[in-house]
């Protein structure tokens, strides 16, 4: 009976191999932006508003990046909590 070659030893297990860790190194990368995005999101938003009602930091970690991103410009207007929390309100509905 004839030995089989080991997968990661052909040229097919190799380009699989490969391509696995780059799709995984994407998916990595994507994730640590948009956790540095939160991070620095929430670190103005507790500058800006330092007795935030924590139900409205809730719903801004759960935003999705591009509504993440959108709020992020937003906050360099808001005047009080309340347009936070009505910009916040407003885009719940649209969701």
Excluded: Y
């Excluded at 540095?36 to 007795?51: H, S």
């Excluded at 935003?63 to 347009?83: H, P, V």
């Amino acid at each position: 009976m004839a030995e089989l070659t080991p997968l990661h030893e052909t040229r097919a297990g190799r380009e699989l191999l490969e391509e696995g860790i780059e799709k995984g190194l994407e998916k990595g990368l994507e994730k640590g932006r948009t956790e540095g995005e939160l991070a620095l999101t929430l670190r103005l938003l507790d500058r800006k508003f330092p007795r935030l009602a924590p139900a409205l930091r809730q719903q801004v970690k759960a935003l999705n990046e591009e509504t993440l991103l959108a709020f992020s410009e937003a906050l360099l207007f808001f005047e009080n909590e309340e347009e936070c929390a009505a910009w916040l309100k407003e885009r719940s509905k649209a969701d």
